[in-house]
């Protein structure tokens, strides 16, 4: 990928862009993330707004091109861009769809294919598939592949922040809906932000810093009473399923209807596990010192300045509740599933769960979509590792938009995380702005 600081001096495309005129739409993974991803196409000149919020119609179109052997993000994902075919005044040649992808075990690196083959065949072969990877040189981004790369990977720190703020206050709000619409307004703040921020790297990253702060101030001023009564519960699992909502029917939502509080993987959390598995098949190719590890090094390093930065502004509130350094979740998972012997999102899902139960969480939830190795591989493990940390109660759930008793297994669920809670061996760190213990 390449990854190097703004040099240019136009950060606008050109006419003879291949997105020039088009509108790329991107697909919903994550609450705030596909608004500020597409914000920094726009930054760019690129006009890109997030699909139309799934619903019935998006499982009936996926369900009407798939064949059932996909997996569910793949429905749910084809749906929402046949949605967008089916909006008055669509215009293929005008439109683009955004689909990432990967190498690596799983059916994501299909994705891409499957879509263009979809569309030919319901005769919208017109329709761009953006699909950039550094195995084609980013050829879909055209000359904007720097620049998008940095402003996009800041633009998903900052919508994991602001996540990650929204759910450690939404359960101990005092009036309903506040943390939403704060949530809200600072995610509307960071896209004003990217739109119109300079070209200048650091001058970006400086008027983000301001937008994180202002929204650091608006979470602050949400009335809530924080309680270390409230049970902690880990969500870890397969990376669109547990980020888009509609996909696992609002999961997190009805486990804080059940008074927990949730601590959700993000985003670049899947970034950090791409960037050491680059790191670490170039050092198995025998390259000690080569342009690609030298890349991949300055490029870590950095999104990982951007990052911290970014991130700076909730240090106090995000006090216990730190993510952890890739390596520290590879090493945890290591004991299951050793990296290089098992790859992708199931040694996050088993590392990460290592480190929450380490760290005081009161239970573990892992969302899978039906059918995915991942969930069905984590499954396997987690009884050894539910024994290593003291008994914490890990439970899979499975979606492909068909269950009817997700309320009644997560009450049943619940009541093992309050029972474990009163045992568990490890205890959490708690932010200054909770009650004293026993008050
Ligand atoms: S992780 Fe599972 S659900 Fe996701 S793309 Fe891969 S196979 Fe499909």
Redesign the pocket.
Known sequence: MSFFPHRHSSHKIGADHPLSGKVVYIPTMGEGSPEAFAAAFRWLGVQSQPTPPSDERTRELGGKYTTGDE????KVTVGDFLRVIEQPGFDAERTAFFMPTAEGP???GQ?APFLRKILREAGYGDVKVVSPTSRNGYVDLGGIANPFMRTAWRALVCADTIHRALLKTRPYETTPGAADRIFLESQADIVKTIENSCVDAACQLGSLVESMTRARERFRRVPALYDRELPLIGVVG????RLNTFSNEDLIRKLEGYGAEACLSHITEWVGYTNSEEKRKLHLRGRKISLSMLKAYVRSHIQEADEEALIKPFEEEFVGYEEPPMEEILELAWPYLPTGGAL??MVLSVGKAAYLAKHGADGIIDI??FT???GIVTEAVYPKLCKAYGGIPIRNFYFDGTQADLDRDLGIYMELARSYREKKPFQRRFPAYFAPAGA
């Open positions: 997996c569910y993000p793949a799983c059916r994501f994705y397969e990376i669109f399923c992708g999102e899978s979509p995915c190795m991942n």
